[in-house]
């Protein structure tokens, strides 16, 4: 598990997947990972959530969390869970050599963006790529294919 903390929100890359199971065990499995932040990560966290869940099979999940508003009491959380699933992951960088091997490479403003599915491990590349997930970093609609 990952976490980046950007300005309104917390973003948690998770290396599994669990919404293939029923929706209990998808809230119960959230519940978990917010006690998780607030023992081991020391986060303090309260008031009303809305999570946003992008899942992945070959990579596995990926949760925003964004505060909406703090309720009365400090230590109630209260959670709303979006999920969506087989969602496509693209990865970016500015280091071409990173993507040498790869047939499908597209460029863009000092990016070089893949489809995670043309990588055929990811452990090789993780920590040199940033992940685009949602439908805002969707930027391979516009990219111009490198041959």
Do not use: C
Request: hydrophobic fraction near 40%; avoid cysteine; glycine fraction near 2%.
């Amino acid at each position: 598990m990952k976490i980046d903390l950007k300005d309104d929100k917390i973003i948690i890359y998770l290396r599994n997947t669990f919404f293939e199971e029923e929706l209990k065990s998808v809230t119960k499995e959230i519940k978990n990972i917010f006690i998780r932040l607030l023992t081991y990560y020391h986060l303090k966290l309260s008031g009303l959530y809305d999570v946003f869940a992008f899942e992945n099979k070959k990579y596995g999940t990926i949760l925003e969390l964004i505060k909406k508003e703090s309720l009365f009491h400090p230590d109630i959380i209260d959670i709303k869970v979006k999920i969506w699933k087989d969602k496509n992951f693209y990865l970016r960088t500015k280091d071409y050599f990173v993507f040498q091997n790869i047939d499908s490479v597209y460029y863009e403003k000092e990016y070089y963006y893949v489809d995670l599915y043309e990588i055929s491990n990811i452990n090789t590349v993780i920590e040199f790529v940033d992940i685009l997930y949602n439908k805002k970093d969707n930027y391979l609609r516009t990219m111009k294919l490198l041959k």
